[in-house]
């Protein structure tokens, strides 16, 4: 790294003293600002002092030499754009994306507006090749002698740097299960020496009855976290009507040979999350926490180190410190044994000259580019680009385009390090060195492959301060600049900042290996300390036909809004009715915190336990703090995914049933708290009725979680002399659901209700996929033609009357979901012989209409298939007690339920 001043590169004196701008390297006509410069400051750029023009925030770039017309605009030797103008030393350098950043979230630096200067080097087509190239392996010692303290669990998986149980979900239909299974277990594990965490593994995918195109990938990952070795034992969780099988998973097992034979794993089945299921999973679960507890930590050597290489929330100082840091650390690592998996595709493309410099062989190039150029061609077909990996944060903070993100991001690679291996997502790396993954640039689904693969620790760069971490494979936290490890000192691991102060790179890296080795042994990263941890694997994606040659989904346009059949004008609302509600407290009142991307989902889950906890300890049961976590905002696709994710975010903040909404966003994503106040004021509303929080601007998770429940206390505070007003049927909605093909007697039952709702003044909204709408009595009955959805994917009702609502899946999680943000109060379902998932937050009444009586109470009605004798009078009425309060379902709303916003037919991970 070749890093200069405002005359010159940092000498011996100037060690303490960080200068205005830095060069990636000697040669570049574009630096990055180390601090913010303003308008009409003077700067020294070779000798000369030249008036800035423009502000120039920090992380961004200026001209250094004068760019010409059409000439390259460069860092690391490579461009990333080309001047559309002539641009002069002191220029601020802007594209039009960046223009539209800033103008929307500081339009008060630039009140005369911003020039754009250059255009976006288009790195999904132009593909750079090493001029020459060094064909080699990597050079390793013989003996490196022990690295860390690790659990050795055979030659097949060899060493952990934990020792966990596992309780993995099969599919997102038992995530309720594994996580009660584990809550129970909590206290037995604290009394257990030796193990590290009973861990829960619950995720998004295999909740639909149809075609899953990612099931293959899917098996290999849930093989690949059983056979980890950070795991001792591991249960699976399925569910009868799984669409992916015990026996397809141990077929999958056998295919990685003695990894699978060293292995503990059980497996479990059950068809609901009561009591009694829970008990039978904790007596599976509980010998192998015995078991797990007489494992002990001894001497491992180097080649025991298999480490994941990540980047997130990546900023203009990543390329420059950071990542060449982590390279630097790898490179040692590497010469003693050890292993190294670099992933995310797409924030490569753009960098193939320098990571294809040094390989083992050609062949390995050509592979690599392969995966390049099947992930492009994999966004083309949902008409996508790899620019859509750019982040709102990277963006905010000086990674202008795909290109220049991944011309840093590929420094994790040193330029003495050799590309040994490529290999699909979460292919086992079976032998040691260097190693390509091919992944999404989604930090959770990314790092998922990793550990399928056998990663046993990831080592994670980032400049806004990610919180990212995975569950059993501790995450090592490396952040770019002095400022933001102060910041968020309490979630991050290694401040790469030094090297900004002048420490050598050498000294630096040998500080992070050590570390590295401490936390392999059994030190706690930050990470662990606070709990934070995800899971997400790679998400289904359709991949038959063209995006091109199917209809927008999400486009305004393509829905006419009119109900298949209208709703009559409501009656006078009941005295009592209260459009907030809760668990069955009447008029319980709901405050809700909406994380504005997946990295803050789970920091407002912990934050709405404790707030919970509190109200509880307190005595008051008027009020209830819901959090809605979720996979989106960050590292997935634009256009229509983007449009459904908004309109399902905004569809919760404005919910009836809501008193009051939070925001809380992480700080990198595209979609941050700026994002959702201009998205509301395009809809008329008033952002300041809703609260805002960040946890990277608050300066990490313990000072959010202090400032959010602040502003909940204050709400209550604000609102306990006046309560909310009652509710208006008007604009009562409820969601209709069949969990199964319904018999003619259920079908008839559907469509008496749904006449009765709409005579009430009550709109109904089913899914585009429910069995319901294929139903020929159904219909008939109804008198309806479906030709196609009346409203997207959850969108408003303008029109009260019969809606259904579009779906690409007939995922459940993803179908509530979508039925609450339309503004559905309650839900209704024929749950056939099992019932459905609740609701994070809204009852849902369910209907069992199997023909085997169930020998324990899961169902507010149940009734034969065949003889149906229940009325729909008796229905409403208890949809009636549920909106007032004076009756709970049997199965309630609770926060260890999916929450899973749908990203339409051509949404993918990016």
Excluded at 351 to 371: G, P, S, T, W, Y
């Amino acid at each position: 790294m070749n890093t200069c001043g405002q005359s010159g590169p940092i000498n011996a004196q100037q060690k303490n003293k960080t200068p205005r701008f830095l060069l990636p390297a000697a040669g570049d006509n574009a630096a990055i600002a180390t601090e913010r410069i303003e308008a009409g400051d003077l700067i020294e750029i070779d000798g000369q002092l030249l008036a800035v023009k423009t502000a120039i925030p920090k992380g961004h770039r200026l001209c250094v030499k004068r760019i010409q017309k059409d000439e390259g605009v460069l860092s690391w030797g490579y461009p990333f754009g080309y001047a559309s103008v002539d641009i002069n030393p002191g220029d601020y350098l802007c594209n039009e994306r960046m223009k539209d950043v800033l103008t929307m979230r500081n339009p008060q630096d630039y009140p005369l507006g911003l020039s754009v200067n250059f255009t976006d080097r288009d790195s999904t087509k132009e593909q750079t090749l090493p001029q020459r190239q060094t064909l080699a392996k990597n050079e390793r010692k013989q003996d490196s002698g022990p690295a860390f303290m690790g659990y050795y669990r055979g030659p097949g998986r060899g060493w952990g740097t934990r020792n966990d149980v596992a309780i993995i979900g099969v599919t997102s239909r038992v995530r309720s299960l594994v996580l009660a299974a584990t809550d129970d277990l909590q206290g037995y594990v604290r009394g257990l020496e030796n193990v590290d965490a009973l861990t829960p593994v619950v995720h998004t995918e295999g909740g639909s009855s149809g075609v899953m195109h990612n099931k293959t990938l899917l098996l290999r990952t849930l093989a690949g976290f059983a056979v980890n070795p950070n795991i001792a034992a591991a249960v699976f969780v399925n569910d009868p009507d799984s669409p992916v099988s015990n026996a397809e998973l141990l077929h999958q097992l056998n295919s990685v040979g003695n990894a699978h034979l060293e292995s503990k794993i059980r497996y479990f089945v059950s068809d609901d999350d009561s009591c009694e299921s829970v008990s039978a999973l904790t007596a599976l679960v509980r010998p192998l926490l015995d078991g797990a507890a007489k494992c002990v930590r001894e001497p491992a050597p180097f080649e025991g180190l298999k480490v994941g290489l990540q980047c997130g929330g990546s900023d203009a100082f990543s390329g420059v410190t950071a990542n060449p840091l982590l390279g630097a650390v790898v490179e040692k690592l590497l010469q003693a044994g050890a292993t190294a998996n670099l992933a995310e595709t797409d924030e490569l493309i753009g960098a193939e000259e320098h990571v294809l410099a040094k390989v083992a062989d050609r062949n390995i190039a050509e592979e690599f580019l392969a995966k390049l150029n099947n992930f492009k061609n994999y966004a083309r077909r949902h008409g996508q680009t790899a620019e859509g990996n750019v982040s709102g944060g990277n963006l905010y903070r000086g990674l202008y385009n795909i290109t220049l993100k991944s011309l840093g991001a590929g420094r994790k690679k040193d330029p003495n390090t050799a590309l040994e291996h490529v290999i699909a997502y979460g292919e086992r790396m079976e032998l040691p060195g260097y190693y390509f993954m091919d992944s999404p640039g989604n930090d959770l689904e990314s790092i998922a492959g990793q550990v399928a693969a056998g990663a046993n620790l990831i080592l994670f760069t980032t400049g806004n301060g990610s919180i990212t971490n995975f569950p059993f494979v501790p995450t090592i936290k490396i952040v770019t600049t002095n400022e933001r490890f102060a910041l968020l000192e309490t979630d991050m691991d290694f401040n790469a900042g030094l090297l900004l102060n002048g420490l050598g790179q050498g000294d630096t890296a040998q500080q992070l290996l050590d570390l590295t080795c401490r936390i392999a042994s059994g030190e706690k990263s930050k990470g662990e300390y606070t709990g934070q941890s995800q899971v997400q694997i790679w998400r289904d994606w359709r991949q038959d036909g063209s995006r091109t040659t199917d209809a927008k989904l999400g486009h305004s346009a393509i829905w006419s809004g009119e109900p298949l059949l209208p709703a009559a004008q409501p009656s006078a609302a009941p005295a009592d009715f209260s459009n907030n509600y809760g668990s069955g407290t009447e008029h319980r009142r709901t405050i809700e915190i909406l994380p504005t991307s997946l990295c803050s989902g789970q920091v407002a889950e912990q934050i709405a336990a404790k707030m919970n906890a509190s109200l509880a300890d307190a005595g008051s049961n008027a009020w209830e703090v819901v959090a809605l976590p979720h996979t989106e905002g960050c590292g997935v696709s634009g256009g229509d995914a983007e449009e459904i994710y908004t309109r399902t975010i905004l569809g919760y903040a404005m919910h009836p049933a809501v008193s009051h909404t939070i925001f809380l966003e992480h700080g990198c994503e595209k979609t941050h708290n700026d994002f959702f106040k201009d998205s509301l004021r395009r809809r008329g509303v008033d952002t300041t009725h809703f609260g805002w929080a960040g946890i990277q601007n608050s300066g990490g998770i313990t000072a959010v979680s202090g400032i959010v429940g602040d502003l909940i206390q204050e709400h209550i505070r604000g609102h306990a002399a006046s309560p909310d007003a009652p509710g208006a049927p008007a604009s009562r909605i409820i969601g209709l659901a069949t969990a199964t093909t319904p018999s003619e007697t259920v079908a008839g039952m559907a469509a008496d209700l749904v006449q009765r709702l709409l005579a009430e003044g009550t709109s109904v909204i089913v899914s585009e996929t429910d069995h319901l709408l294929t139903s020929e009595t159904f219909l008939t009955e109804l008198q309806i033609d479906v030709a196609g959805p009346t409203i997207p994917y959850s969108g408003s009702v303008e029109a009260a009357g019969l809606h259904v609502m579009q779906a690409s899946t007939s995922d459940w999680l993803e179908i509530s979901t979508g039925l609450g943000a339309t503004g559905a109060e309650a839900l209704l379902v024929f749950a056939n012989q099992r019932p459905v998932q609740p609701h994070r937050m809204l009852p849902v009444l369910q209907i069992g209409t199997g023909t085997t009586p169930s020998t324990h109470k899961v169902f507010d009605i149940t009734a034969d298939n065949q003889d149906l004798s229940v009325t729909s009078g008796e229905i409403i009425s208890k949809l009636n007690e549920i909106q007032r309060g004076h009756y709970v379902p049997v199965v309630t709303a609770r926060p260890n339920v999916g929450f899973q916003i749908s990203r339409g037919s051509w949404g993918i991970s990016l």
